[in-house]
């Protein structure tokens, strides 16, 4: 993941901007070095937070926000997933909406399987990412 360089473009030490976040040290590292099973949106959100508002400060050529910068949307696994989290949701509640179990969602979100039709067509009333 690219948290690592958002924070340091900040010159924040990992100590400094855990007590900004709210986080643990350990946990902004584990994020950093992708260290972690699954994102939490909660967790992503609370590290994301004190960047969204200095974003285009910090790189101003980048199109975008800072959602698409840390999850690229160029697949649609990426797009599904940059949706959920950007929502907070986790991916559990998402496969709940969608009808799935939470390891076809896991399978969609790093496309290793495509949705079906009725799925698809849930995900496009949903967001439209179709």
């Known amino acids: 993941m690219r948290l690592r360089y958002l924070r340091r473009r900040l010159h924040e030490p990992i100590t400094s901007y855990a007590t900004v976040a709210g986080l643990a040290h350990t946990t902004i590292s584990r994020l950093e070095r992708d260290k972690t099973k699954t994102i939490d949106p909660a967790i992503l959100g609370r590290y994301l937070s004190p960047l969204k508002d200095r974003f285009k400060e910090l790189f101003p050529e ?5 959602y698409d910068f840390v999850i690229p949307p160029k697949t649609f696994g990426d797009r599904l997933r940059n ?9 559990k509640k998402l496969a709940e909406v969608l009808g799935v179990a939470r390891f076809t969602l896991q399978r969609y979100e790093s496309n290793q399987s495509k949705p079906n039709g009725e799925i698809m067509r849930r995900i496009n009333l949903q967001w439209g990412l179709g």
Request: proline share 0%; glycine share 14%; net charge positive.
């Open 83 to 91: 949706h959920r989290l950007r929502r907070g949701m986790r991916q």
């Open 62 to 66: 980048i199109e975008g926000d800072i």
